[in-house]
Nanobody, 121 residues
Framework: DVQLVESGGGSVQAGGSLRLSCVAS????????MAWFRHAPGKAREGVAA??????TTYADSVKGRFTISKDNAKNLYLQMNSLRPEDTAMYYC?????????????????WGQGTQVTVS
């Protein structure tokens, strides 16, 4: 049984910052890849940032230099979001895969949280 619970979303003005958190518990397997996705109205779910078990990170071009993904010793996941733009508005989800990160294909990620809303105005 695996559970991922996001928090930290909210409404912020353009140029502001938010820090998202994802509490992970109950993993039944070794998790190599943890990631943040977002889903905006009328668009497909897209990968935002990912981190491997060894700490290697990958970012979507649209957030490079503004967002930072990290995790702690408890395998909780974080996304520091700076210089937010209206186009960052979306529901943000954390996800976990059973191998090292290599694809943004949603089928690769076996476990998902319920999402936290980020609105930038």
């Amino acid at each position: 049984d695996v559970q991922l619970v996001e928090s930290g979303g909210g409404s912020v003005q353009a140029g502001g910052s938010l820090r998202l958190s994802c509490v992970a518990s109950g993993y039944a397997y070794t998790t190599y890849c943890m990631a943040w996705f977002r889903h905006a109205p009328g668009k497909a779910r897209e990968g935002v940032a990912a981190i491997d078990s060894d700490g290697a990170t990958t970012y979507a071009d649209s957030v490079k230099g503004r967002f930072t993904i990290s995790k702690d010793n408890a395998k909780n996941l974080y996304l520091q979001m700076n210089s937010l733009r209206p186009e960052d508005t979306a529901m943000y989800y954390c996800a976990a895969g059973q191998r090292n990160c290599y694809t943004w294909d949603v089928e690769f990620f076996a476990d998902w949280g319920q999402g936290t809303q980020v609105t930038v105005s």
